[in-house]
């Protein structure tokens, strides 16, 4: 049986050839609590070694490094070694004086509330539509078994102009788009200042980054995570690490909820008032040769208050090839990935990744299969040599994205 076959066997669509693919419809979560603030339906409740432990302060005893982005931006040695061991070592940091102004960061939170607070028809006028994973709803639901996100998402193209699709855009609500605009463009000011400094690290010249990756995309997952009365057993958003660049998350001042895998254990990712977390992501640490990591995380629900939190992404063109750049490469440090074209890596990662990470170890079982055929079918392009087998799940989960070789099943069968 090929793959497409495979695929479709599991309710998979093969046809969206041009996209990242599309997530099954769901329902919101934030009507459903609406409906019944009590009921936490069998879909949402995860299997006993996934639920967190709420509140988690035993695991907060240390932070993620905190980075001045100010010092950063002048060349700050300090700083600029605080960087590059917290991408080694966390693969997460937070940012302070990082130059946007508390206005933009106000109105950006300000705008997803009142996204989030329209009435459900409204907020569906703005619904992923047929193949498109923009607009408002969840992505990456594919299966019927997965555990799901105790989450409602809206996911916009937001750069370069000329590539948003105005559709998605709710045009109601008064100051939208405007904040979406202003934030957006200090959003890139940050994440492309970061990116020189880690160029910098790489041993390149400021520009060496943006000189491989050439043009890039921006998007944003705005998260709206409703109260829950058993946080215990859900998860606002399921472990993962982001495909992208790097990511700069805003989240509430107020509700944490974001957790790290660091160690083995999930820290939580403490709020500070008008800080950004920033992230590594899958590209970056295969651009880097796994020097720099991208890290799982999770986020956490609470019994008393929602939550809204936005993931900026910064991602490549999809034809972009992505491996090792050669600055990252020397006898002591072999080539740990193989070249995938971008697009591949996140299809990669959606139908596998998330299925597999999701959906329980009979369906990674299945996959692995699947993959295994896909692997000597024409394409040929998954398979890139073994990464490391550290007891990092974030690697693992890259391992799932055909970053590895195959004897890593064993890995997530065991
Ligand atoms: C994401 C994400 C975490 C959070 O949107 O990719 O990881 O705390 N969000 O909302
Ligand atoms: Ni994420």
């Not at 997530?23 to 459903?32: K, W």
């Not at 988690?56 to 005893?61: C, P, T, Y």
């Amino acid at each position: 049986m090929g793959v497409k076959d495979q695929m479709e066997n599991i309710g998979i669509e093969e046809e969206k050839a041009s996209d990242w693919g599309k997530s099954l419809p769901v329902p919101s979560v934030q009507e459903l609590v609406r409906n019944d603030p009590h009921s936490v339906p069998e879909k949402y409740i995860q299997h006993h070694q996934d639920r967190p432990v709420v509140p988690d302060m035993a695991s907060s005893s240390f932070d993620i490094p905190i980075i001045d982005f100010a010092l950063l931006a002048k060349g700050d040695e300090h700083e600029t070694r605080k960087l590059d061991l917290a991408c080694k070592d966390w693969g997460f940091f937070q940012i302070i004086n990082h130059g946007v102004a508390e206005e933009v960061l106000l109105k950006m939170k300000a705008a997803i509330a009142a996204f989030f607070g329209l009435p459900l028809e409204e907020k569906n006028k703005y619904a992923q539509a047929g193949n498109d994973f923009q607009g408002y709803g969840q992505q990456y639901v594919v299966s019927e078994e997965q555990k799901l996100d105790w989450c409602d998402m809206m996911f916009l193209i937001t750069l370069p102009h000329e590539i948003r699709n105005l559709k998605y855009w709710p045009d109601t609500i008064p100051g939208f788009k405007d904040a979406v605009e202003s934030y957006s463009k200090e959003a890139l000011k940050v994440a492309n200042e970061i990116c020189s400094n880690i160029s910098l690290l790489m041993g390149m010249d400021k520009d060496g980054l943006k000189r491989f990756y050439g043009k890039t995309k921006q998007a944003m997952r705005m998260n709206y995570y409703p109260p829950c009365s058993r946080p215990d057993l859900v998860l606002g958003i399921n472990p993962h690490s982001d495909p992208d660049i790097i990511t700069l998350l805003l989240q509430d001042d107020e509700v944490p909820g974001l957790q790290i895998r660091h160690k083995d254990k999930w820290i939580l990712v403490k709020p500070i008032r008008n800080a950004i977390v920033v992230n590594v992501g899958d590209v970056l640490e295969i651009l880097s040769n796994g020097v720099y990591k991208s890290v799982e995380h999770r986020a956490i629900t609470n019994e008393r208050k929602a939550r809204i939190s936005v993931a900026t992404i910064k991602i490549p063109y999809d034809e972009l090839e992505i491996g090792p750049m050669e600055c990252t490469v020397d006898d002591d440090r072999p080539r740990t990935y193989r070249n995938i074209k971008y697009l591949d890596y996140v299809r990669k990662d959606w139908w596998e990744d998330t299925l597999s990470l999701k959906a329980g170890p009979w369906l990674a079982f299945y996959l692995w299969g699947a993959q295994m055929d896909f692997k000597t079918s024409s394409l040929g392009i998954f398979g890139i040599e073994t990464k490391r087998r550290s007891g990092n799940k974030a690697a693992d989960s890259l391992a799932k994205k055909g970053i590895n070789g195959s004897n890593d099943l064993v890995f997530f069968m065991d």
